[in-house]
C-alpha cells in the first residue's frame, strides 16, 4: 500500500486505449503524467522512463520529477562589450537574447500538427494560443529564433 499523503491519482486512457495517470503533488499544484509505455506494466514521467507506478508517485511526492524544459535557462549576455576596463565613449549595441533550448510549445507550433486537438489543448494550457483562438505564431517564431542564434 502506498502511504504517500500529498499525492492525487487520476487514470486517463489516451487515444490507443492505454490507461496513464495524472499524478499531483498536492503540496504544490503541480501536475504530471505517467505515461505507460507500449509493452509491460512500467511508466514514464517527465525525463524518468521504465519506472513503476509506484516509483513516478514517489517522485512526484518528494517534488523530484525532472523534465527537459527543466534544464533550459534563459542566458542574457551582457550588455556593455569588454573593453579592457577603458572608458570608449561609444554606446555598444547589446547583443540580440539567446536561450540554450527552444521552448516545446514554440517547436509544436512550427513542426506539429496543429490541427490535432490534443495539440490544441496542450498549446492553449501553456498560453501558445491567442485570445482570438489562434496560433501564437510570432511568440513561437520569436523563441526559436533566439535559441537558433
Request: hydrophobic share 25%; net charge negative.
Amino acid at each position: 500500500m502506498d502511504h504517500f499523503t500529498n499525492i492525487k491519482v487520476k487514470g486517463v486512457s489516451d487515444e490507443s486505449g492505454r490507461k496513464n495517470y495524472i499524478i499531483t503533488n498536492t503540496d504544490d499544484g503541480s501536475d504530471h503524467v505517467a505515461v505507460k509505455r507500449e509493452s509491460g506494466s512500467k511508466y514514464d514521467i517527465g525525463e524518468h522512463t521504465c519506472l513503476t507506478l509506484r516509483q513516478c508517485k514517489g517522485l512526484v511526492s518528494e517534488d523530484r520529477v525532472e523534465h527537459f524544459a527543466d534544464r533550459c535557462t534563459k542566458i542574457v549576455p551582457d550588455s556593455r562589450e569588454d573593453t579592457g576596463g577603458a572608458p570608449t565613449g561609444d554606446t555598444v549595441e547589446r547583443k540580440p537574447e539567446t536561450w540554450d533550448c527552444v521552448d516545446p510549445c514554440a517547436l509544436l507550433i512550427l513542426l506539429a500538427d496543429t490541427t490535432d486537438p490534443e495539440v490544441r489543448r496542450t498549446l492553449d494550457a501553456y498560453g501558445w494560443i491567442t485570445q482570438d483562438g489562434e496560433l501564437d505564431d510570432e511568440q513561437a517564431n520569436d523563441n526559436y529564433e533566439k535559441w537558433s542564434k
